[in-house]
């Protein structure tokens, strides 16, 4: 087949900044011969050291930085000057290779991207995907779906406690949140068959419905989780060691918390209410009864409270969900999204090409694009599609909240010690899959 | 060789030895003796720290190798590390990164030639004092020793010629040097007590009257916080702190090398164990009764002695266990500023304290016994509630959390916010 070529005429450039750190377009092309184009010296990355400072690599291989985070830290004795975050070492593409699948199969994608969230990223995932199509879900559903969510925030907080617990140095309360989560993660197991990368949502319904008895052993987990959050909670809230190693550090004023675009805890912490949950429901969420914890300053120890209190939280909605649940489909009554079932497909003529057309093309939404925000476990958490009428968006982006609320770590650390950037950093709560997607 | 017409002797088995070959003789046997216990329970206690922190933790702990008990881990820990390969980083320093481990590891063990850890053994040869070397200046020796274990770290930490093992040493150093002066003041009114630095007679004065954790508790509480730190156990374990330093001054340490810090770490939590055991639990003194610190000794009262001994190290050993999966860890100043602003100020008021009122008390004519003791034990009473006020800020003693704790956080904002809007504006 012969090819043609073609000239396309672009001025590639790309957003950077300039000497004295303002934004300007940084030229990409150079060598046209045409135009001269003056290409500014890139900015050091390595920053010049005066006096007796000394510049000390944390990570990306390094016990505290939660995955690949490094952070270039210059330091005057044990004081951080400087922080420069370095992050890419995660990267997996998940944005580029959403565009080269269908909307059911992006859903696994999500579990990778934000693995400590698997389930809320899928309920965002298949939101998306639901307001593109135009899809009404079914109400048992729609508390399933909150279940999920709930549950995966107090997996995702119970992974951030024992973690940071273990940063600051105490090791018990760990194992003991980990313990927990296992138990959640038994839970997720016996819904979903798999524990990290549940998939559980499709466009339209779920991919399982909750087996027997499962709501009992929620039930019973939920009653034993206040337990150990009470305990937790005896050893840390008022410890004179834990209190004096997180209070007054890494503090974000209301207005600064806003400037720098945190969400999720960071910013709840700073004192301003701000819940996606509340504020933008989804999935009736406007029908729970619950409270949004909201901080006072905005410093580690109060992330850490603002953390703890929105377990109990999740833990009063998971409660109410269980209690309304209601019997009926879990999938929407809609051809153009479900699969036939499997015994159908297996004996029907119809049902079994509709079931072949539905795997190997895929539905197609209208031409459209569509936004969701949920409240992930970090922050507000939101889903972008753009859809030209194929089976595939012709884009996919993920806006991280962990990507904003790190970008506010240099702000947060310098003056600070070095054992401070370890509590800051952990206050922050970052997964980094989410971070360079 | 043995000349043997020294070992057929017959002496008064109540006795002491007065035979100089005898007495290198039982020397040897007591330090390989002493040196084998010390290593098996240093080895045990690897295990020990591994069980008791999965019973805090609700785990299983080790349970493979040796049975349900897992009671050959440590000697499988022990062939892994024999087996597995030494690294040693490019620009270390040779000499001085293989001399660190030997030097954090053998102070540890030679504080032990002077505690005695049983009462006399009667023997053909004649009495044979439970103790490698009753130093008449015993104490004065602990400390001497005990400050070289400082060495170690701070030139294994320099040595490795890696940033967060340098970090580590010199943590290590300010802090171990800053906590033994809070050590070694804590000490000062055994002595007071006493009237002696040897151990055996530290002991005796115990069993004569009462206890020391009883007749000087505050200086107990200050040394048990100071050896915590010295031993670089949590709460205080700042150069090696996993989280911030990977493993701060043994970061670079592998196979052996390691296992010796490892081993280190161990032996000189038994060692502070048994060093609490006797400056203030009365050594191997069998409480509540006299008739094992007179004479005549038998083998029945030795092995009773031994035993009450190792059960009060255990005791402390535990407790330092037990403290190390409960709490999280200081921070560098935090640590400095306990060491020098509460410490150090609580153990020399102390000794003022205590000095006069022992003149006192001698000036009115109260000599040591029960009396002695009582006003002694409520002297501090009183010291340690006060203490106990100030370091609780309201948490305890006020149920609802009390204002002070409040007033703490806001004090702590406050610092750090204003440290970091200098600092951060210094650069």
Redesign the interface.
């Known amino acids: 087949m012969a090819t043609k070529t073609r000239t396309i005429e672009v001025e590639l450039s790309t957003s950077g900044l300039d000497r004295s750190g303002k934004p300007q377009r940084v030229p990409l092309v150079t060598n046209d011969g045409g135009v001269s184009i003056g290409i500014p010296e890139p900015l050091a990355l390595e920053p010049a050291l005066d006096g007796e400072h ?1 510049l ?2 944390l990570g990306p291989q ?3 930085t939660h995955g690949v985070l490094r952070l270039v830290l210059e330091l ?1 004795g ?2 951080v ?2 922080c420069i975050p370095h992050i890419g070492y995660l990267h997996c593409g998940f944005e580029k290779t959403g565009e080269y699948r269908q909307y059911n199969q992006i859903i696994p994608w999500t579990d990778r991207e934000d693995y400590l969230n698997a389930p809320g990223n899928n309920v965002a995932m298949a939101l998306g995907a639901e307001r593109l199509f135009g899809i009404t879900i079914t109400e048992r559903c729609k508390v399933l779906r909150v279940i999920a969510c709930e549950l995966s925030r107090i997996m995702s907080h119970l992974v951030w406690l024992g973690t940071t ?8 309360p760990f ?2 949140s980990f ?1 927990q989560r296992e138990l959640i993660y038994q839970l997720l197991e016996a819904w979903t068959g798999a524990r990290l990368t549940t998939s559980l949502t499709r466009v339209g319904g779920l991919m399982a419905d909750i087996p027997d008895g499962w709501t009992d052993n929620a039930r019973s987990f939920l009653a034993g989780f206040d337990k150990v959050l009470d305990d937790v909670e005896k ?2 809230t ?8 997180t ?3 890494g ?1 974000m004023s209301p207005e600064e918390a806003i400037n720098w675009g945190l969400s999720g805890s960071m910013l709840r912490a700073s004192g301003v209410s701000y819940d996606v949950r509340k504020d933008f429901p989804y999935l009736d969420y406007e029908t729970y009864d619950f409270e949004v914890p909201v901080g006072v ?1 905005g ?1 580690v ?1 109060d992330r850490y409270l603002v953390r703890v209190e929105e377990m109990r939280q999740s833990a009063r909605i998971v409660r109410q969900a269980l209690d309304r649940l209601p019997d009926g489909p879990i999938n929407v009554d809609d051809a153009r999204v479900i699969l036939p079932s499997k015994t159908k497909a297996t004996s029907g003529m119809e049902s079994m090409i509709h079931h072949f057309k539905q795997v190997m093309e895929g539905p197609r939404p209208p031409v459209g694009e569509a936004y969701v925000a949920v409240e992930s476990p970090r922050g507000e958490k939101g889903y972008y599609m753009v859809s030209d009428g194929t089976a595939k968006p012709v884009r996919w982006r993920i806006r991280p909240p962990s990507f904003l609320n790190l970008s506010a770590i240099p702000k947060m650390v ?9 509590a800051i950093n952990a206050s922050i709560d970052v997964v980094l899959g989410e971070i360079d997607r | 060789m043995i000349p043997v017409h020294a070992l057929l002797q017959v002496v008064d088995r109540q006795a002491p030895i007065t035979g100089y070959t005898t007495y290198i003789v039982f020397s040897i046997i007591k330090l390989i003796i002493v040196f084998t216990i010390y290593m098996l329970s240093a080895a045990l206690l690897t295990l020990a720290e591994r069980k008791i ?1 999965a019973w ?4 299983h702990g080790p349970n493979r190798v040796g049975g349900r008990g897992g009671w050959l881990q440590p000697a499988a820990d022990g062939v892994k590390n024999f087996m597995k390969e030494e690294t040693e980083p490019g620009n270390a320093s040779h000499p001085l990164f293989s001399i660190a481990p030997a030097l954090s590891f053998v102070p540890a063990m030679l504080v032990w030639c002077v505690i005695p850890f049983g009462s006399p053994l009667p023997t053909p040869w004649g009495r044979v004092d439970l103790v490698v070397a009753d130093l008449p200046v015993g104490f004065l020796f602990i400390l001497a020793i005990a400050s070289l274990g400082v060495y170690g770290i701070v030139l294994a930490g320099w040595a490795s010629n890696n ?2 093992s340098f ?1 580590g040493g010199l943590r290590s150093s300010a802090q171990m040097v800053s906590y033994e002066v809070a050590l070694g003041m804590s000490t000062i009114p055994i002595i007071l007590l006493a009237g002696n630095v040897t151990m055996s007679e530290i002991i005796r004065q115990q069993s004569h009257s009462m206890w020391n954790v009883l007749n000087l508790t505050t200086a107990f509480v200050v040394f048990f916080v100071a050896a915590l730190a010295e031993n670089n156990r ?2 205080f ?2 150069p090696e ?4 330093l ?1 493993a701060g001054y043994h970061t670079e340490y592998s196979a052996m090398k390691f296992s010796l810090f490892f081993i280190a770490e161990y032996a000189n939590m038994v060692t502070a164990g048994a060093l609490m055991a006797t400056l203030f639990l009365g050594g191997w003194d069998i409480p509540f009764t006299g008739w094992d610190n007179a004479a005549p000794y038998t083998v029945l009262k030795t092995i009773l002695t031994l035993g009450c001994f190792l059960t009060k190290t255990g005791f402390f050993v535990f407790v330092f266990i037990w403290i ?11 640590l400095m500023s306990l060491g020098w602003r509460v410490m150090l100020p609580v153990a020399l008021g102390y000794i003022a304290v205590l000095a006069t009122t022992l003149l006192v008390l001698q000036a009115i004519g109260i000599h040591p016994g029960p009396v002695h003791s009582f006003i002694l034990l409520m002297e501090n009473i009183c010291i340690l509630l006060l203490l106990f006020v100030m ?1 609780d ?1 309201g ?1 305890i003693v006020s149920p609802a ?1 009390g204002r002070a ?1 409040q007033a ?2 806001v004090r ?6 204003s ?6 504006a210094g ?1």
């Open positions: 000394m000390i690599n390094h016990p505290a005057d044990e004081t000057v400087r617990s273990i940063d600051i140095g105490a090791y018990t194992l003991w313990h050893l840390l008022n410890n004179g060691i834990w209190v004096g190693r209070v007054g550090l503090v300053n410093d120890y310098e003056g600070h010690l070095l054992s401070d950037v370890i | 922190s805090i933790q609700g785990r940033k967060y970090l949590v709460p374990d700042l702190a996993e989280s911030e990977i190390r999966w409960t709490l999280p860890r200081f921070r560098y100043d935090q370091v800020e948490r959390y704790q703490r956080i702590l904002r406050a610092r750090s916010a440290r970091a809007v200098t600092e951060g650069k």
